[in-house]
Every structure is written in C-alpha cells, then in structure tokens.
C-alpha cells in the first residue's frame, strides 16, 4: 500500500475510481491505495493512460504558457533595451549639431602643392628705358631676401654713393621705384688687370620706414649691351600676400616678422629670413639648410618639405 498525494498524482485518483478500488481520502488531498487491479488484456493500461492524458495535456499548457511568459518578457526587456539605445542616439546627433551661437573657426587646409599654381608676373626689360617703363612708380617686393646690397642715392648729383653700403635688403621689403639709371662702380684693379668699361643699372628707390632715397643693381650694362639676367628673381612684381594667400595667416605672421617656425617649407622659410645659404644636399624640401639672415644665420631641417627642426647659428 501506498500513499499518493491529490495535487501531486491526480491520475492514480482517477485511475483508482476506474478500477473500482477503495481509496482512502484524508482531507481530499491523500490517497491511500492497495495496487489490486491487474491489468486484464492490456485494460489497466488503457485506462491508466485515457486517465493520464488531461493531467499531461494540462501541464503541457502549462509548461508553454510559463515558457511564453518567459520569452516574452525577455523579449519586452530587449525591445526596451534598443529603444532607449536608439533614443539616446537621435538626442546625442540633436545636441552635437545644435546650433550654440557661436560661429566654430574654420581651419584653412593647406598643402604645398599649392604653390605650385601660383604664377608671379615678369618683366622683360632690355634697356634703361625699357626698365623706366616697368618699374618707375610701381611698388616691388623683394624676392631675393638678405643678398641684395644697397645704398644711398644722391638725387642733387644723381649719382650712388657705393663707397658705404647701408645693409642688404630683407624679405619681402616694399620698395617704391622712382628712377632707374647707369652708375659706374669703381674698381679697384690689380698690377696687370685692364679696366673694362661696364656700368651697373641702378634701380633708385623709397624704403619704408627709412627716409631718402636707395639704390641698388638690377642689372650691366658694356657698351650697347643691357643685361638684366636675374631682374624677375630679385623682385616680386605683385604682392606676394596675394600671390600665396592661401598660406596660414599664423605662418605669414611669423614670415613678417621674419622667422622660422617648424612646420614651414623650404619656400616660407626663404620668405621670412632670404635666401639659403650652404646646405647638406640638393633635394629641396628634404635637406638642412643655413640661412644667413644678414648676420644672424639659422640652420633649418627640412623633411618632406616641412621643417622639422630650426636651430640658431650655423650649420655644423
């Protein structure tokens, strides 16, 4: 004999009634059962089973409603999940591209290639009065930095006085041409020499910032013959702000007040301290390079056109 519960085994009550066997019910909830019903033909099985399928088909519905429940509410979690996700993204772009008041400064893009497209503007002059026509009343900017002596100009006596040199001309320098002439300079010859009659072709000039009048060579002259060989590398015809515009305004605040900062090219550099000097190599862009910046020289190392170190006094 054993005991069954009525919650736990509902079929052995049921198959119990079927089989015609006296249960013991205690509080309707425990049956207490003799085993005495031999299957006849497979009878008790039948009806063991028939019994057996409402409590199965019951759990069965049980088991799929919690399962569902289940999934369900993982689904709903995961569904809440995203769409706080997706609303924390829209309020993230809103904010990011609001609108602050407050005007966000564009970085200007630069590259040296530019450089490349900028065309000076030349002159071809072939004689004193060809160079008057091109140049008298037009402003000139010094292209040729740092290497282009000059000196007083007597406009009583129209003559240079070459025996004391003021300085060399600095980067950029605004010239204002007022008179362009023929000036021989004396030479001092050595036992031997012969004395060759040529003339140098003095552009007379203002300077801003220093009163009077300058002059220095812009080309020879021997006889019939003007020459004028380096006349469109000395000045620069237009100026030069405008030819390079698309440079950074801090790389021509420090062209103006002539000095090397890293991150420059070869070219920037020659504008803010002249003309090189000696270097390591002949690869522009890619080279160490003294400038003598009228006395003071400056090494520079360039590495793919930019500089990369600037260090004062010579090259060592």
């Known amino acids: 004999m054993r005991w069954y519960h009525r919650e736990t085994y509902p079929s052995h009550f049921r198959l119990a009634a079927a089989c015609g066997s006296r249960p013991v ?12 019903c031999p299957p006849r033909n497979g009878q008790l099985m039948a009806i063991y089973r028939a019994a057996a399928v409402p409590e199965s088909a019951a759990l069965r519905g ?11 509410k993982r689904l709903g979690f995961t569904a809440l999940i995203f769409v706080v996700a997706v609303v924390a993204e829209i309020g993230y772009l809103m904010w990011s591209r609001r609108d602050s008041g407050i005007a966000k400064k564009q970085e200007p893009a630069y590259s040296t290639n530019q450089d490349d497209y900028v065309t000076a503007r030349k002159i071809v002059p072939y004689s ?5 026509k091109e140049l008298v009343g037009t402003p000139v900017w010094v292209k040729s930095g740092n290497q282009l002596p000059y000196y007083r100009y007597d ?20 010239l204002q041409v007022q008179d362009v002439v023929l000036q021989r300079q004396p030479v001092a010859l050595k ?14 000039f203002e300077k801003t910032g220093e009163p009077g009048l300058f002059a220095t060579a812009i080309g020879t002259n021997a006889g019939d013959d003007y020459s004028f060989p380096s006349i ?27 000095q090397v900062k890293e991150g420059m090219s070869e070219l920037q550099a020659s504008f803010a301290v002249g003309g090189a000097g000696a270097s390591d190599s002949d690869k522009f862009g890619d080279r160490t390079v003294e400038f003598s910046n009228a006395g003071s020289p400056v090494t520079v190392t360039f590495e793919k056109n930019k500089a990369v170190k600037v260090t004062p006094g010579k090259m060592q």
Not at 193 to 204: N, S
């Open 128 to 132: 004193v009065e060809s160079a008057k």
């Open 155 to 174: 406009k009583g006596t129209h003559s240079v006085n070459f025996s004391k040199q003021i300085g060399v001309l600095p980067p950029l320098a605004k």
């Open 191 to 204: 036992p031997g020499q012969v004395a060759v009659v040529q003339k140098q072709i003095m552009a007379v």
């Open 25 to 36: 019910n205690l509080h309707n909830y425990w049956l207490k059962m003799v085993p005495a």
């Open 62 to 72: 049980t088991l799929k409603g919690a399962m569902d429940a289940e999934l369900k």
């Open 232 to 258: 469109n590398e000395i000045f620069f015809y237009d100026d030069p702000h405008e030819l390079y515009k698309h440079w950074p305004a801090d790389v021509w605040s420090a062209i103006d007040q002539h």
